[in-house]
């Protein structure tokens, strides 16, 4: 082998090559670990650089600025973009470098709708739960009521915006949802009137029974006043009334549920 000059040149070429490599490997480490690079500035700013309702920068600086590491070269963008989201009322982040020692985050905030669940958690109007300060989210509308199975959330917004499209004919708006874990439909209304939809059992049921219901309130305002405390509208061909101090049922042709 060591006659072969072929062959201690290439390994000569082969060694120099990885020396140059590590040199100039260690000096870029040097370079990017200067002080120069090490983070000064995180500056934060609402999408499309509207206000910030809820996130301010005490809770920033304490729950979301810890969570950084490393300098303008070396942070993990997604990490910091992951320790912004995990601020309450932040729904989405995103994160960009700015030269040589700045972050810039953009926030964009849940639009609160109204509750989920028992458990005080929160869901915006893109039907996404969080938790936050329910006391803040009541400073900005009157919260709405919403029950699911989880991984119905969607789906449940979804329906509400319907209900409250077809209530407004009677200028009433749904002041709670449940939708049950046998999937059936419940709505309170906001003069406190709870109505009994049931189960999807084919397209446009649920607007059949709310039409149904919408055609004869009138008269059944007229009859019982302020004392209707709920409406089932799961018979096919009726519905049955619950009132205060009596339960009875109003129809054409009672059939059973």
Do not use: C
């Not at 370079?31 to 309702?53: A, Y």
């Not at 303008?72 to 973009?81: C, E, G, H, K, S």
């Not at 305002?221 to 009596?246: C, E, H, K, W």
């Amino acid at each position: 082998m060591w006659q072969d000059a072929k062959l201690l040149n290439a390994i000569a070429n082969a060694l120099f090559g990885l020396v140059l490599l590590a040199l100039v490997a260690s000096g870029v480490w040097w370079v990017i670990q200067r002080p120069l690079f090490t983070l000064q500035t995180v500056r934060v700013e609402g999408e499309n650089k509207s206000d910030l309702r809820h996130v301010n920068a005490l809770t920033i600086r304490d729950q979301a600025i810890p969570k950084i590491g490393g300098n303008f070269f070396t942070a993990n963008l997604d990490q910091v973009r992951l320790a912004f989201e995990s601020v309450p009322w932040v729904r989405k982040a995103s994160v960009q470098r700015v030269w040589p020692n700045k972050l810039i985050v953009s926030l964009q905030e849940h639009e609160v709708l109204g509750t989920w669940g028992e458990d005080g958690r929160l869901i915006s109007m893109a039907g996404d739960v969080f938790t936050a300060n329910l006391a803040e989210a009541e400073e900005d509308a009157q919260l709405v009521g919403f029950v699911g199975p989880e991984g119905s959330e969607k789906e449940v917004i979804a329906q509400y915006r319907q209900f409250k499209n077809w209530f407004a004919s009677i200028n009433l708006e749904p002041e709670t949802v449940e939708y049950s874990s046998r999937y059936a439909w419940s709505v309170v209304l906001n003069n406190g009137l709870r109505v009994e939809l049931g189960k999807v059992q084919e397209q446009g049921i649920l607007k059949r029974r709310v039409e149904q219901l919408i055609k004869v309130y009138p008269q059944l305002v007229t009859r019982l006043q302020d004392r209707i405390v709920s409406v089932d509208m799961r018979y096919p061909n009726g519905l049955a009334l619950q009132s205060s101090g009596s339960g009875f049922g109003l129809n054409r042709k009672l059939g059973s549920k």
